[in-house]
């Protein structure tokens, strides 16, 4: 196949005498303030003579334009000029620039003043990382998935195995990041989620919807509620306004197309009103079943944007994204000891998961703020099931059915009063829960409801001194519920400060602080779950509190490239620990599991503390990359117990992406992981043999041993051609390219004869999982048209 797909390949090379090589950049120049249009702006194509003004809108159009990669910078007179890297021109489908432009407090006769290239604002300037829509989409080993090319940013340890998209940042768990998709909170961005926590093996996000993706990873803005180690923020594209356009993809294991349309356009220059639309099908069930393996992973996705301009200074916007997902098992016809163990101990799973929303954009008429206004519901269908006959789905050992929905309201007011920046709101929402609960093993047999009101306000303030060499920042939130026992608002505020100082004149060097305390509501898996004498036993849990400690240095050794080095510590106190098993939750969630069903109480507490090396280069003489190196430690405790390193005390952090632009719009980008040695939590063998198919994990020894080291390097290849009426973008990827062994825990079955029959009398025995160090190589192709 790989064979047939070169020779097309090359007979479109030979058709070149129909290419089209120019193409068209678009976009528009805004106010970071008000997000009002600039009129006058001045956008240049770097390196080159080519540059246009902005028209009384913002907006800017350069046309005939040769089809490779450019850096775009604006500039306005009084204002910060902005650098966008790495924008591909295409003859079809070349995505829309949005420039937002900060004005500045030196003199207006000036010349206008460079901005840094590196995104940190006064409430935020440190610990934070950005990845524009192009980083995404060419991320070697990321296949186009937004959570899995987020898994390489500093600080962030890879899952066991590393093929699940888990944020485990800087040694806190994988249920301790909040997601936000254009102002609107999404709780679940992956396929085969897991419930209570937020990671799975595939994400849900379209790329050719987002514009940009920012992590923070501590100084967290005191807008977000539950954030504990992590917020993740995708800002989404506006919908063309002038013309439709398509994209296709075909990937290694799904398909998709997307749509980008204006609508009621008329005899209009523009349209008010546009829609993103996309849909994608996985056929990564059919693979699986060709190359013989039983499980059968079946998922959907679906995303859509409706945008309305009211007037100037209004408009609304309409979001939705949702899943549905089928994970099954079939067995092989020959038998695999490996491949009926794993068709007897996965777990079955039905998901459906969506998340809608309505947001509200109101730029102040006087260009001092606006305010922004969101809508939205959510809701998670989860049935998760484990049978003794997992492929008839007979016998069940334990079932999950349940469902979550919260409708939310969130408001924020943003103003700007002479050097002051002050933003505020609040935050309400209805949480509903029900769950119907069977373990066998566990003893558990109940069906729960709950229904709750949730609420939380904000205020934070910002400024710089002493001619923008120092800038402060304060903030302040406080949250409550109308369920939970253990706290309330005067129990939850949660203060933070963030500091930056200018070291240098020429803003080279800069040290940067900050000190937050951050609350997160238990899950509702835990706050629902019920004895079997009806009670709602962890209602009394408080609010998970984690205190944050970072301080770096900031070099920016030239216009395109810094290195940073930043020290941090987390406090964790009233943490959930199991009763049953004796440990912190902070070791579970990042499996294929329903995260808090169990008793818990809140007498945990935890720390990580660590050093992280960041370097990092924005597209300059064809090369861009970021390396980043972290040293850390993450423990917690037991119940009433010792101290002990979790599950990701890998202590060694490594990671490297970069890419380099080569001649008639080729591309070569390497991207490198690496973790050192992690505890992991044993398997209990007699009780697991008594148990089995359900495997009984044995966590009085956690860190007695440990899994090797984790190395990965993915390699990716683009090359794409430009028609007139056609792009095209054809990529063949490399995962594990330099054929390092992926460490994974000592896996059990039942010993069997040859045939497959269980030996008699029943016994558990290690199965040789047959660990390949086999580079697998995948290819995939992108239409605009």
């Keep these: 196949m790989l064979r047939n797909t070169l020779l097309l390949l090359g007979l479109l090379c030979t058709q070149i005498s129909f290419a089209q090589n120019i193409g068209t950049i678009t976009g528009k120049v805004v106010d970071v303030k008000s997000l009002l249009p600039l009129e006058g702006a001045t956008v240049l194509v770097d390196g080159t003579t080519i540059g246009v003004i902005t028209d009384e809108k913002g907006f800017f159009t350069i046309e005939n334009i040769s089809t490779q990669t450019y850096n775009i910078t604006a500039s306005y007179l009084g204002f910060e000029s902005q650098t966008i890297y790495n924008v591909i021109v295409k003859s079809v489908g070349t995505a829309d620039l949005l420039f937002k432009l900060t004005e500045t407090t030196e003199a207006l006769d000036e010349v206008v003043v460079a901005k840094s290239s590196f995104r940190t604002t006064r409430e935020t300037p440190l610990s934070t990382q950005s990845l524009s829509a192009v980083e995404i989409e060419t991320y070697p080993g990321g296949n186009n998935d937004i959570a899995k090319v987020a898994q390489s940013l500093p600080g962030i340890s890879p899952s066991i195995g590393g093929f699940r998209n888990d944020f485990i940042i800087r040694g806190g768990a994988p249920n301790e990041t909040v997601y936000y998709l254009d102002g609107i909170e999404i709780p679940n961005i992956n396929h085969f989620s897991t419930q209570g926590s937020a990671g799975g093996p595939v994400g849900m996000l379209n790329v050719d919807f987002v514009r940009e993706v920012n992590l923070s990873t501590s100084a967290f803005g ?470 089995y198919p359900r495997i009984i994990l044995d966590y009085n020894r956690l860190g007695e041993e440990k899994l090797g080291v984790f190395s990965q390097g993915d390699l990716r290849i683009d090359k794409k051609w430009n028609f007139k009426k056609l792009s095209f973008n054809f990529y063949l990827e490399v995962q594990n390219f330099l054929a390092q062994e992926v460490p994974r825990p000592p896996e059990y079955g039942l010993a069997r004869t040859s045939d497959g029959t269980v030996a008699d009398p029943q016994t558990l025995i290690q199965i040789d999982t047959n660990q390949t160090r086999t580079p697998l190589p995948s290819f995939g192709f992108v239409f605009d048209f």
């Design 222 to 691: 005191a807008e977000y509620d539950n954030p504990l180690s992590g917020v993740l923020a995708f800002e989404q594209r506006e919908g063309n306004t002038q013309k439709s356009t398509t994209k296709v993809r075909i990937g290694a294991s799904e398909a998709g197309i997307t749509l980008n349309t204006p609508l009621f356009k008329g005899n209009k220059e523009r349209a008010n009103t546009t829609l993103m639309l996309s849909a994608r099908r996985s056929y990564l069930q059919f693979i699986f079943e060709l190359v013989g393996l039983p499980i059968r992973p079946d998922y959907w996705d679906y995303q859509w944007k409706l945008t309305h301009k009211i007037d100037d200074l209004n408009s609304l916007s309409f979001i939705g994204l949702g899943s549905i997902d089928d994970f099954s098992v079939v067995a092989p016809d020959e038998f695999d000891v490996e491949q009926q163990a794993t068709l007897e101990q996965v777990p079955i799973i039905q998901q459906r998961s969506t998340t809608v929303g309505v947001s509200w954009t109101n730029k102040f008429k006087n260009g001092n703020g606006r305010m922004l206004t969101t809508l939205s519901t959510n809701r998670l269908q989860n049935n998760f099931s484990r049978y003794s006959d997992n492929e008839k789905q007979t016998g069940v050992l334990f079932e999950n059915d349940a469902v979550e929905q919260e409708t939310k309201l969130r408001l924020k007011v943003t103003q700007f009063n002479g050097s002051w920046k002050f933003d505020y709101g609040f935050n309400m929402q209805q949480a509903s829960y029900e769950n119907n609960t069977l373990g066998i093993l566990e003893g558990f047999n109940y069906s729960t409801s709950i229904n709750f009101f949730k609420y939380g306000f904000f205020g934070k303030a910002s400024r710089s001194f002493w001619s923008n060499r120092l800038s402060l920042a304060f903030g302040l939130r406080t949250d409550g519920d109308g369920y939970t026992k253990g706290s309330n608002l005067a129990d939850n505020i949660s203060p933070r400060i963030a500091a930056s100082y200018q070291l240098t004149e020429d803003q080279q060097w800069k040290i940067n602080a900050s000190v937050g305390r951050y609350f997160k509501l238990p899950t509702y898996t835990t706050l629902g779950f019920q004895n079997n004498e009806e009670e709602f036993i962890n209602r009394d849990n408080r609010y998970t509190q984690s205190d944050h400690y970072v301080v770096g240095i900031e070099y920016n050794w030239s216009p395109t490239s810094r290195i940073t080095v930043e020290g941090f510590i987390k406090d964790y106190s009233n943490y959930p620990v199991s009763v049953l098993d004796q440990v912190s939750l902070a070791n579970k969630g990042g499996g294929f599991e329903v995260l808090g069903n169990e008793p818990v109480v809140d007498t945990g507490e935890g720390k990580s503390k660590g050093i992280e090396f960041l370097f990092q280069q924005k597209l300059s003489k064809n090369f861009y990359g970021v390396f980043a190196y972290t040293y850390f430690f993450s423990e917690f405790s037991r119940a009433n117990g010792p101290i002990l390193p979790t599950v990701w005390d890998s202590r060694n952090l490594l990671s490297f992406t970069g890419g380099y632009k080569l001649k008639r719009n080729w591309e070569v980008s390497v991207r490198y992981r690496y973790a050192g040695e992690t505890p992991f939590v044993p398997t209990n063998v007699a009780a697991s043999k008594d148990s």
